[in-house]
């Protein structure tokens, strides 16, 4: 039984014993019937179900076997809960609510760490999304699906900016896109903004707590992305762009500043590798695209990676391409030009004044 499910189960409507016996005997066999005199004790509302399984696994009764009971007695209504106390209610519903995917971060921690570090680490890491912030600059198909992602993973403090250029599809209302988030999940805190400078720009109180921003328009604009990378760059924001294309979809790369290549950095490199192509590209007309955002939830994945520090982001210092028609996927290194106008830094020798020493 899901340790969860119960806070403190209590015995109630006791059933009678034929029944409750061959219910068990089905379900456990003779053996594991009989312990049934050993668990209803302890729910007299004073134990957790963990705390069942853990006081009688000392007693050598595997946590199977005890929790075949729990779920036969359960399935005849005989197990209620204690009434919820004000202090330990919310917390467990916040474990309960994320607790598959504590689970997944906890999988990855275990890769570098032990399993109990891991399972602490995972916890934190939940936590640590609760109050994480993240701007999402797009609202369309792609933006809002992003939204719903992020709510749903338990990102604390959502924001979201209109990028501009014409979709098909009309984006949701403010007042829409909060609501449906709040239904989501009525923990996350949702405010559109209106720019990303001067008062509006959430900046927290020191750069670990700065926002992460997110480009994912419909239609991807390289200037406004230049925008972007230079508020991220004078904020110590990272940000993270998204493209989708009619065949492919690409991710990245992820610009931490003063660690990273910069979006222009990538754009100059891009423009280098593929001369053919013009100085500013124009979004095709009436931007083709399928009716649901192909890449969300991979965006999402790599959000989730880099709010944790779960796992390495794909995407750090990297662009991560997948296409549609060959199942191709790419990763390809994203290098800090030199002399790239935003990022770079123009050392200057000093010059020498050995009269002075
Ligand atoms: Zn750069």
């Not at 649901?292 to 990676?305: D, N, R």
């Amino acid at each position: 039984m899901d340790p969860l499910k119960y806070r403190r189960p209590i015995f109630v409507n006791p059933p009678f014993r034929d029944p409750l016996q061959a219910a068990l005997a089905q379900r456990l066999g003779e053996t594991g019937a009989r312990q049934v005199d050993r668990i209803l004790p302890l729910l007299d509302g004073t134990n957790s179900i963990a705390d069942i399984y853990g006081r009688l696994a000392v007693e050598g009764i595997s946590p199977a076997v005890v929790s075949g009971v729990l779920e036969v007695l359960d399935g005849l209504g005989s197990l209620s809960d204690t009434p919820h106390g004000e202090d330990e209610a919310p917390v467990l519903g916040e474990i309960a609510r994320y607790r598959d995917q504590v689970a997944c971060l906890g999988e990855w921690f275990r890769v570098r760490q032990g399993p109990e570090e891991a399972s602490q680490a995972a916890l934190a890491a939940q936590s640590a999304l609760g109050t994480a912030r993240v701007v999402v600059l797009g609202l369309g198909r792609s933006g809002a699906a992003l939204l719903e992602a992020l709510a749903v993973a338990g990102v604390g403090y959502l924001h979201g900016l209109r990028a501009g250029g014409e979709s098909g599809i009309e984006e949701p209302t403010a007042a829409a896109l909060a609501s449906r988030l709040r239904t989501l999940n009525p923990r996350v805190t949702y405010a559109e903004i209106s720019s990303v400078e001067g008062g509006d720009f959430p900046v927290g109180e020191d750069t670990a707590s700065a926002p992460l921003l997110v480009y994912c328009p419909d239609v991807f604009q390289e200037a406004v992305c230049r925008e972007l990378n230079a508020v991220a760059q004078a904020t110590g924001s990272s940000l993270l762009p998204y493209r989708e294309t009619p065949f492919s979809i690409e991710l990245g790369p992820l610009v931490v500043p003063g660690q990273t290549a910069c979006y222009v950095c990538y754009e100059l490199r891009r423009r280098a590798a593929e001369p053919k192509s013009g100085p500013e590209e124009p979004p095709p007309p009436g931007s083709p695209a399928l009716a649901f955002a192909v890449g969300i939830p991979l965006l999402a994945l790599e959000i989730l990676k880099i709010l944790t520090r779960a796992a390495f982001p794909v995407t750090r210092g990297k662009l991560w391409r997948l296409g549609h028609f060959d199942g191709s996927v790419g990763v390809h290194p994203v290098l800090k030009l030199p002399r790239c106008p935003v990022c770079g830094v123009h050392r200057r020798t000093p010059p020498r004044r050995i009269w002075e020493e």
